[in-house]
Each structure stands twice: as structure tokens, then as C-alpha cells.
């Protein structure tokens, strides 16, 4: 199984609620990881738990909320002009006022011939554990995989951090690892009748320690032959970090790929997500890179109906269309 059609089956698997995860959480790929150098790390798979103002949270917007807005002076109260809410360049104020306008965490008013801004509602204490998942489906091919994992543990931006993969697991392959990290074992049949059947099932082959978030942490920047640069992360940079993965999670998901537009796709799975399927390939595929007349399978068709955003809405805790969203396109209306 490539890595992508790995991430998708497992994602799919952890918001059934069926692994060791609850399915109550935001499961979502590919955020980035990394503090000193952005960019520097991405996690494949992030799960958020919920914390206690998750439904508030779910009330506000479907989307991520800007960082900066959140910093900002802005509240749900009395009015602010926006420019002097921000402690940043005015560009980026602008930017992020634009942003949570337009997703519904501030509404706005003219006064005077200035915009005053303030929030539709307080931002909420709405997610808990973060748990970093590193997707390495063939272990004999681990790429930086120690590394990347001994990145994530000394920064500690994430409460736990696991390794996932279908390979047997060695103790010579638990040994070059951190300790810290917790290790999955993926099983799985695709045995069905038609093919399609893409049931997952995961062993525990080691549980991962907590890391210590709420301290500062260390990130290796570069290596060298006799050093390596490193960077400290303070405490208050980790939780805004923290913050940014799990709005970024909640807004982003994990349904980022299409659908391919072939006859050969059937979307439909046994895990009740809507996969690329590809009946011809027999497995998942990545429609953006593998599919197209280059493919000796392909056979141009209507791109299957699929709305992936209701499914979400559908199965998970994430709201699709909140009541936040009827304030946002009243007060635009208002000003646009």
C-alpha cells in the first residue's frame, strides 16, 4: 500500500472510533510541526481531542481561525478599530481581519469612517491531547523516519507521538527509535468480494510516554558532521504552535484529494468513507498524480458525485454549517 492510500485508510479507520484512539476527536493530515524553522517538520496525521468548549468551538465556524485574531485585543464586547488591536505589521492585521470576517469570528461596523471590529463569541478552551501520527507503512524503507521522530519528541508540540505501519515490528526497529514514541501495527483485508474491502484493524505494539508540551522544547535545525544547530522553544511559543495545529485540524480535515474522473472509481468503502477507490488498480489512488490518459486503465467518465463535506459533518463532531455562519453572511452583506 503506497503511503498516501495508507494515510487515507487510516484516517478513515481512527474517526470510525474503532482504533486506539476514540472517534469523538478532528482527525486531520499534513499539518505542519515545526516552530523555528516552518515547514521544517510536517505531522501526516494529527488527532485533536475534544476539550471542554468543543461544541462552542463548533458553534463559531466550519474553518480555521487566524492566529493573529485570536491574539488580538478583539473581544466579544465593545467595539475596536481593528488597526489597534493587533500587535503586528498592519498587512498582516489586515489580512487576518479580512480572514476572521470572512469565516465568522468577528463582525464589523463602520464608524466615523473607520471599521470597528469585535468577535461574534469568546474563543473557547475547546480541544485537549494532541497525538502525532508518523505513517511508515514499509519499514524498510524508514527515509529520516529517526530523525523525524527524535525532532518530535524533543520539541514535545504534540502530547504523544506514534509510529504507524504494516510491517512486522522488530525489537532492532524499536530500538532506533525513542522510547517515547508508541508504535501501531496495521492489519488489513482487502479480501473482499468486489475488491474494495479495506478493513483495518491495529496492534498495539507499544504504547507512547506523554511528552512534556507544557515545557520548553528543543528543535534541531540543521546537522552537521561534528554538530548540530538546535533551537529552544519556549513554552508560550509551543502553546500557540499548539493552538495553530489544532485550528488548522479542525478547519482542514483530512478529505483534501478528489475523486478520479474515470469510470474505474468507486468511491464507495467498507469503512463508510468515501475513498478514491480505483476498481482497475485495486487499491487506493492519489487521483492528482496517478490518474489521467497516461494510465493504461483509464476510461474518462463524469467525476463521481461525492460531497465529501457533509460526510465530515456526518460522521465526526465537526459542524459543517453552524450558526456562526448565518452572523458572518449577514454582517458581510451589510458592508459589502
Known amino acids: 500500500m503506497s503511503e498516501f492510500a495508507f494515510e487515507l485508510a487510516l484516517c478513515a479507520h481512527l474517526e470510525s472510533g474503532d482504533g486506539p484512539v476514540s472517534g469523538d476527536g478532528i482527525v486531520a493530515r ?52 481593528w488597526k489597534s488591536a493587533f500587535d503586528c505589521h498592519p498587512d498582516r492585521a489586515r489580512r487576518a481581519t479580512d480572514r476572521a470576517l470572512e469565516v465568522g469570528f468577528f463582525e464589523s ?44 519528541v524533543s520539541l514535545a508540540l504534540v502530547d504523544e507521538i506514534v509510529l504507524a505501519t504494516e510491517s512486522y515490528v522488530t525489537r532492532a526497529h524499536l530500538n532506533r527509535i525513542p522510547e517515547e514514541v508508541g508504535v501501531w501495527r ?25 511528552l512534556t508540551v507544557d515545557d520548553p522544547g528543543i528543535e534541531p535545525l540543521a546537522s552537521h558532521p561534528a554538530r548540530t544547530e538546535v533551537a529552544v522553544v519556549d513554552a508560550d511559543e509551543k502553546a500557540r504552535k499548539r493552538r495553530r495545529i489544532a485550528e488548522r485540524a479542525y478547519g482542514k480535515g483530512w478529505r483534501t ?37 497516461s494510465c493504461p486503465g483509464y476510461d474518462p467518465a463524469t ?31 451589510r458592508f459589502g
Open 109 to 152: 461596523r463602520p464608524r466615523n469612517g473607520r471599521e470597528y471590529v469585535r468577535q461574534v463569541a469568546r474563543y473557547p478552551d475547546w480541544y485537549g491531547r494532541l497525538v502525532g501520527i508518523e505513517n511508515k507503512p514499509d519499514l524498510g524503507r524508514p527515509g529520516d523516519l529517526e530523525a523525524q521522530l527524535r525532532t518530535d
Open 257 to 293: 484529494y478528489g475523486l478520479p474522473d474515470c469510470v474505474q472509481c468507486d468511491p464507495d468503502d467498507s469503512s463508510g468513507a468515501t475513498l478514491p477507490w480505483c476498481a482497475w488498480a485495486g487499491r487506493i489512488v492519489d487521483a492528482g498524480s496517478e490518474c489521467g490518459p
Open 186 to 210: 496495521v492489519h488489513r483485508d482487502d479480501s473482499g468480494d468486489d475488491g474494495a474491502a479495506t478493513a483495518l484493524e491495529i496492534e498495539v505494539v507499544r504504547e507512547p510516554t506523554p
Open 30 to 81: 499534513q499539518l505542519g510541526a515545526s516552530v523555528a524553522d516552518p515547514g521544517g517538520r510536517i505531522l501526516d496525521v494529527v488527532y485533536v481531542e475534544p476539550g471542554p468548549a468543543f461544541d462552542d468551538r463548533a458553534a463559531i465556524t466550519s474553518d480555521a481561525i487566524p492566529d493573529a485574531a485570536i491574539e488580538s485585543t478583539v473581544g466579544p464586547g465593545r467595539w475596536r478599530y
Open 303 to 333: 467525476t463521481p458525485e461525492a460531497d465529501l463535506e457533509a460526510e465530515r459533518d456526518r460522521r465526526t463532531p465537526w459542524v459543517a454549517e453552524p450558526s456562526g455562519k448565518q452572523r458572518r453572511q449577514s454582517g458581510l452583506d
